[in-house]
């Protein structure tokens, strides 16, 4: 179970056509990519934070504003320890004969210790075409 707290764990069942389906809900994801990306990476999700939850919760909000039903998705996590958890989500694809896709990413990240750092870690900074914070070249942005 501890395993799977530290995720952000998307099931794909019978997913034989996302991107059609994401194509049918954005027309030019990229405006909304780079909002979640923010969001996300600007929740401090460091063990010492205690805040996977709070980015499960906000990743099925984004899930829910997309389309996909509440339903399809569950946040997880342990009893002792709710902060610590994930968010499981079943997007279902237009082919019933397409094999099933399973996604993984983790939400937790390395504790970052601001004055070891040239910018804010936890403050999304896009310089010459490259993202700069915590979690920005990890799972996070998956």
Request: hydrophobic content about 45%.
């Amino acid at each position: 179970m501890r395993f799977l707290t530290r995720y952000l764990t998307v099931a794909a069942v019978s997913m034989a056509s996302l991107a059609p389906c994401w194509a049918a809900v954005h027309d030019d994801g990229e405006p909304e990519f780079r909002s979640l990306f923010k969001e996300l990476i600007e929740i401090n999700t460091t063990h010492s934070a205690q805040a996977c939850t709070r980015a499960a919760e906000a990743m099925r909000a984004r899930l829910v504003a997309a389309g996909i039903a509440p339903s399809d998705m569950q946040i997880v996590a342990p009893d002792d320890r709710p902060q610590e958890g994930a968010l499981i989500a079943t997007l279902h694809g237009s082919d019933p004969r397409a094999k099933a896709v399973l996604l993984l990413a983790h939400l937790d990240v390395v504790e970052a210790k601001p004055e070891d750092w040239q910018r804010d870690p936890f403050k999304l900074v896009e310089e010459d075409g490259w993202f700069y914070a915590r979690g920005a070249t990890d799972d996070k942005r998956q």
